[in-house]
């Protein structure tokens, strides 16, 4: 059946969304999953995200981590990685940006988890800082 949002409120998609589900083989349960985690939670956001992976070193809780962030914004960051985290634990990012020769450090907060890694929201920014992950994010 073709979706049509005519008619339908909030239970009667939730309703549809299960059922589909329900039918669906583990392997597309799978892909589903990865898809729904890559969505926005609430509503639209804020700041313009550029998917493009980068190596990052990072520390939390006195433990050094590597990870790829997969989507960089003016306000935060996606890294792919395993590993343990707390929502609200301090992060302190360092990746390196073609063209700029010394590394970027930056310092965030741990505002997501999910099984494929965790979103952290830069702190404290200064404005070198923020003209280069302006500069990154804008970039092609």
């Known amino acids: 059946m073709p979706f049509s949002d005519q008619g339908l409120d909030m239970s009667g998609i ?3 969304l ?5 039918n669906l083989s583990d392997d597309s ?7 729904a985690e890559g969505l926005p939670s609430k509503g639209i956001r804020k ?10 070193n990072f520390i939390v809780q006195d433990q050094e981590f590597k990870g790829i962030a997969q989507n960089i914004s003016y306000s935060g960051v996606f890294i792919e990685t395993s590993g343990t985290f707390s929502m609200g634990s301090k992060v302190s990012l360092s990746f390196v940006l073609n063209g700029i020769q010394n590394p970027i450090k930056i310092t965030a907060e741990v505002v997501r988890i ?12 200064i404005k070198q800082q923020e003209k ?5 994010v804008d970039s092609g």
């Open 132 to 136: 280069m992950i302006k500069f990154l």
């Open 114 to 125: 999910s099984s494929r890694g965790i979103g952290v929201k830069f702190k404290n920014l």
């Open 29 to 35: 349960l799978l892909i589903l999953l990865k898809k």
């Open 47 to 56: 700041h313009l995200r550029k998917f493009s992976p980068i190596n990052v």
């Open 14 to 16: 939730k309703a549809r």
């Open 18 to 22: 299960l059922n589909l589900i329900e």
